[in-house]
């Protein structure tokens, strides 16, 4: 059974059962409210604000989307976003249960993670884009760090300056490896360990605490 709801400034289209795993809902345009489903963000050129809204599921942004922003919304699995988009991702004073996953963004995108909690691992992997993790743009949100209750992980990257990553309290490890381009990570509280290695030129780091430190990225071990 399908049934299409067209609501002001919503789009969706509701697949299956009764619980998130069972349901598809695409977005492309405003999302808020409770949502018992998963969110795919169509292409070509699909845009979703989930704005204070609940999601069960997982946001899924098909390559060749616009992008997708969450501003004030909780949405309990994974944000994945695994090939090149238009615009950028942007998850802002929300939480998300699973995993973040952003790859392969181009060069002048502009993202950004700030003032929000992630209950799995972040993967900023293959993207020549850029992307604020912490304090930074956009300034007049951006105002805080975030907390990350598994791993960072950024590998890969090849953009003129690939992020920032700052202000963050990441209670597993973060791993920067094999960047190009210019990294910016500083003042964090790492509970695991910080590795950077095999990055050109180095990540400017300073005021990072961490359980160790390993390659180039160095800081003052916690106590």
Known sequence: MKKT???TLIIFTVLGASTAFG?????NGT???FVDANVVVPSPGGFCLSLGATITGSVRVEPGAAGFHAHG????GN???PGDIIFDIRILDSHVGGNVNISKTHEGTLGAICRSTIGGDLHWDENTGFE??????????????NTFFHDVI???N???VNFDFNNNTVLGNVIVNNNRGAENIHDNQIGGVLVCESNDPAPVNVANTASSFHGQCQGVPLP
């Open 31 to 33: 999302l808020t409210g």
């Open 154 to 156: 950024l590998n890969n």
């Open 79 to 81: 944000v994945d976003s």
């Open 73 to 76: 919304s909780t949405i309990g």
């Open 132 to 145: 604020t993790i912490g304090i930074g743009f956009p300034a007049d949100v951006c105002t805080a760090g």
């Open 158 to 160: 090849g953009g003129s």
């Open 5 to 7: 709801y067209l609501m």
């Open 23 to 27: 349901k598809t809902v695409e977005c």
